[in-house]
């Protein structure tokens, strides 16, 4: 007998186990090795339901990488076709000269129109992008009895300001809190913490922090601490707090691109594109009760988030993203289109998470921000500025496309 | 010398191409196989960067499935960890009795989390779902010359939904155009189409379709076309017209807990619980000027949506949903959580996009939806009932952890 | 002893009772004639506290006309001063060449403002004004079991739809039910009903008929009526809904003005406007997270509201403005400023509520608009166009003042 | 020919000339006094149209007090009626014990609704009020040629915000400049000022002062001042921002009411209204995209602006206001409601602007906080807080009746 086989044996028997209620579907870790209960698990869904799943099966890591650490219940990997658009010309803070951006979706079309856009921003001579803030926030919400203590809890973390930072750096090596923002409804006190996380996205590391601090002012003030996050956060959820005083890195990218290239690579003008992003982006998203005021920022974010092991859910935020294009017109009487896109909440890191499995990993290696950044935190900055500047490119691509109405026939051809 | 010889000789001749110039990223599949262009894809990043991509080539179909039609410049796949929750036990329209659901993610502690919540759902009986609306939108923007031109339209339109309906279907074999709505702002006209895309998530659908209609509406009235998509659909950014109006489904599932059950399964009490609810869901979000009012639908929706192939920057609109919890107490004085989730704008579908892709598929035949339903559109019902159920778990699952004190320790153990 | 003193004399004896408890403040009317319960109640409390309440006790009206119709526990009226702006010149449907507006603001510069539009709007030759929308909506909440009972209710609801409108509409001999759409959250059913109310502003009609809406719904269905306004209608809160689909009046007016008047009348060039446009009222609005794209359109609003009897505290709907402006270039070659003003949700009336006070009604007369229309609605539907304008006038003024830099020196000239 | 026959003649001659095109509108004061040329409008006004003014022209102050302060093209004055509510009693930080409130408004039933809950208030006690942060805002917008110029910008603003303050507060013998907040979309930078105005509504104060600063700024930086107001500020339009950081006074009240208490005044139950509070002020507004979640509080916050001298555009922000509504059970197990509402931004003052008109400084005096406190600012807070616990005060008595489902029949009763 192999070892495949034996180890087949093994998950056939667990799996039986599980279906005569002896285990239960997580436990199986405990009787065996990662890849194995994997492996039990499909051969329980496999005669539970009608899947095959041997693709999900077929993954390029041992489970073991994953399981516990990044997903529970494991039963294999799900592969999202991944493809490569750039060189990404940018003079930013963190990133300069050019970068590849790998980016991983199933929509068709996506990756040639954010290419189309590179191509116009590298035809331009690049474009700029800078991180203008960066923290990553926890906001707990505690118990008052009323007002009057909501007040004075609120006295106390401003003139304790100190001693708050203290514990919740005391829980981490690299943390910093930069921000202690307090907001009270009525009996209910709400801290937002705000903190430098450097390279890391940074949830845990502020949900350690806060937690520690917490303590604190649980001890110290009348307030009693009912939950960790108290949605003023905001994590996951659209919420103008995060569009209007940002979350994770809040960064901007924009380029001026002449009306020659405009018309050369975009195949429309300057008017016409500045006339698409009043309509829709400013005047349609206006109508519309929006926080995103762009084109398509989103699928960006969501691609670069998965080839780079991001948190897809944290595309939620990614997507406040304002997108602004005017003609301007130089003392010559040249006229340029100048396109900006502003994300005001992008949420990442270059390690932690999902950054350390393979295929991300390596994604992070294209654009050669894996790990740590020297300093601390030039590596995440560097990736926030490659996705603003592609999030641009694809904001000029589909605007010149739209310009150009050929958004239908776009799909027709490349969608299905 | 073997074909993979042969194959690895043609890639890295063209990555050389590509690096001189002669060749574009793009043109590679113009000159070999969509394998072999990925390899090159490859090769030319691994020396233009520090990169090795050998785990991204690892993929387990063949790229001429989804080069072109998911993604182009393809380069491999990306692996995201894949796991298993549920059964999930629910009395739907579409679904009913149990149902596994695959989640894909990299954040530890997601799916014990929704699991625990999957059990507290069982212990209770099981879910009820039910899919209240059903639309997928595209609403196009139109220039006209003033306000007195824009009220023409709006009447010419509302006067002309038959021909316009007959213009837009003509396009689709099952699509039928379930909603027009006019809106004006000075001189822009927005049309709101709203399609029944049946088991499709339908956003091609329903371009295709508008682009006819859009043709009918510039020919027979002052109004010209300025950009197919005018940001009131709206598609991938935080909107209230969705969360208000809906956008795909339109889905809720509750579930009915007895006080017994919260204690033994969820270690808190239903007062507990509806009061984190009450002051992290309603009034943190409601002083964060949120549009979700829930603790973590985000997740679940982003890994039901990976999983199964659907569109992760849609989870922005996933994100749309209200988590309510209140104590009931029946005649005989005996206290229950109740528990609701509301999804708004849940954006999928079982045939089309990333689902024909190999993984993915095998995730859909997990949950039994896999291609078109029997009627048409019960499949992408059933998928959308019982990612709400899931989402219902998530939901009580971290509201009783918050209730209960333990997230930070939680994410310690778990996250990484 | 005159009847003046006599009044004083038994005003002066209820006011004692009042203080020592034997009459409650609200129950003088009970005892003596409306004007002499608020010389009692003035009386009362310039005891109590240091007022001197003399103005507020010189009032134009019988205090019989509003006491217990308008107001209760009167003490007198307070005199906001009025002016007038005009003519406002324009083509709309109900109204038509040239109004007079009334204002009634305390804030210096305001009409002067609004008056420099209005004069820029003539020499242009007018605005064009169009009401594209009317209904008053009232959405009441109720309770039902679970989501499958609320499914049914909506079910039952649109089946049922004619006899709805039978029940509501038999309380009223004016008002037609022309909306009615079901929105579910968990074990919420919010039915939103929007009435065309003609000339009256229509709150009450629609709460009297919805209340018997209500009562069919609740007696032929699972669903209990929990509240009749459950906050969707949406009165008086700032709310997407609004601002979305409409509440009230949605009346849109613009105005095209060559580069000239723009220069002679506003001191700057149609390129400065649209700048200051685009950068406060569109990209400003959006970081900000505002329903309001606008410079001022609440300041019309509630000078207007206020000359003309309307409720001030519906000038919070009154503010879901959006106003645009751009360059437009002729085939000659001749430049122009395009701006338009859309005003979602403006709430007013020319019959009830505060238009029947003597001031409010001299108001309504000056725009020629007092009283139901001919047919019924046209007043109402006039009044709101002349308020769209000058609403337009509004804004044209203010961002010209802006491009024109001199804000804060206009302020210090005229304001205190 | 007596005086007033002969202030008549002016006028009828000044009429005639306006007339005739020979005068302007507002060119009157020019040759006359105030009070006289408010007649020659009347008069012109009376001819061109067919209103009779004559109660528009009753007004108890000297024209020249408001003409050209507090208007243009002054007419006369909108009288509107006024009551009065309480006596408020609570204990906050700047009011203590009771005051009176009077209110100006057309709606009937509503000062009927604010006393009954100022009585249910009284009965418990008095209610509990807190001013927690105090700033008038002003944000200009600049322009700046890219994101790199905007990041420098931001960088000097932060190393020289001593410079700002100083440049900011030499123009004001009052006012502080307490925070100084930089947002960047694109080539725009915000700059948000808030100041401590004291007893002022602030918002003069706000604008010459972020004037002089933004002279500062434009010769400093790279950055050109496009408009003093860029719509960060909020004024008057409903915006996130203010709801979430507040503009004006944010302030709370709250009050614990007692079951039997809620039982004899509201004629219900604590757990009837909290479900009243949670269906309607959470979920509907949520439901709705509201940045409002109460009841009725901009008819408080309108009324009490109306009566002393507030402007009432200001209503919009004054209707960011959270309700809160909750069971409490004490250790002995008595019921108990605990009721809640801040709002967060409540523009008001107690000098300046419409405070200075004759009803309107009566108004202030009823309250006794006219004109500045001692220490500064402490009037305008105490005012604030007396109008927290009266909008307390509107949404118990509100959410009291919808609990008791008499609304509608009180309106068929008391509004017409």
Chains 1, 2, 3, 4 share one sequence.
């Not at 003030?221 to 940002?246: H, R």
């Amino acid at each position: 007998m192999t070892a495949a086989d034996a180890d087949e044996e093994v998950a056939a028997d667990l799996a039986e186990r599980v279906r005569d209620g002896e285990l239960r579907l997580y436990e199986l870790e405990d009787h065996t090795d990662a890849d194995t209960a994997a492996m039990a698990r499909r051969l329980l869904l496999e005669r539970e339901t009608d899947a095959d799943l041997s693709t999900v099966g077929d993954y390029s890591f041992d489970a073991s990488e994953a399981s516990g650490t990044n997903i529970e219940n494991m039963t294999g990997a799900v592969q999202v076709p991944v493809g490569v658009v750039g060189p990404v010309r940018l003079d930013g803070e963190a990133a300069a000269d050019e970068h590849y951006l790998p980016l991983a979706t199933t929509e068709g079309a996506l990756l040639a129109s954010v290419n189309r856009g590179c191509a116009t921003i590298r035809e331009s001579g690049g474009a700029t992008a800078r991180v203008l803030k960066s923290k990553m926030t926890r906001a707990p919400v505690f118990r008052v009895e009323d007002v009057a203590a909501a007040s004075e809890v609120v006295s106390w973390v401003r003139a304790n300001e100190d001693r708050i930072r203290e514990a919740a750096e005391s829980t981490t090596s690299h943390g910093e809190l930069v921000e202690l923002t307090p907001y009270v409804v009525g009996d209910n006190v709400f801290l937002r913490f705000g903190y430098d996380s450097k390279d890391a996205m940074g949830m845990n590391m502020a949900t350690i922090a806060t937690q520690e601090a917490c303590e604190l002012v649980d001890a110290e003030t009348p307030a009693s601490l009912v939950a960790l996050s108290g949605n003023l956060c905001t994590d996951k959820k659209p919420a103008a707090i995060n569009a209007v005083e940002g979350r994770g890195r809040t960064v901007s990218a924009d380029v001026e691109i002449s009306a020659e290239t405009v018309e050369s690579v975009l195949k429309t003008t300057p008017a016409a594109i500045a006339e698409v992003n009043t309509r829709k982006n400013h005047v349609g998203s206006a109508k519309a009760g929006s926080l995103g005021f762009n084109a398509q920022a989103a699928n960006v974010v969501a691609a670069a988030f998965l080839a780079t092991g991001q948190d897809p859910a944290q595309v939620v935020e990614g997507s406040n993203v304002i997108t602004t294009a005017d003609v301007r017109v130089d003392e010559a009487g040249n006229r340029s289109l100048y396109a900006s896109v502003t994300l005001a909440s992008l949420e990442l890191g270059t390690v932690g998470g999902g950054t350390k499995l393979p295929t991300q990993a390596e994604g992070l290696d294209v654009v050669g921000v894996r790990g740590g950044g020297d300093p601390a935190g030039t590596n995440a900055d560097a990736l926030a500025e490659v996705v603003a500047v592609a999030t641009l490119a694809g904001e000029l691509s589909l605007l010149g496309a739209l310009a150009a109405s050929h958004l239908a026939s776009a799909h027709e051809q490349l969608g299905r």
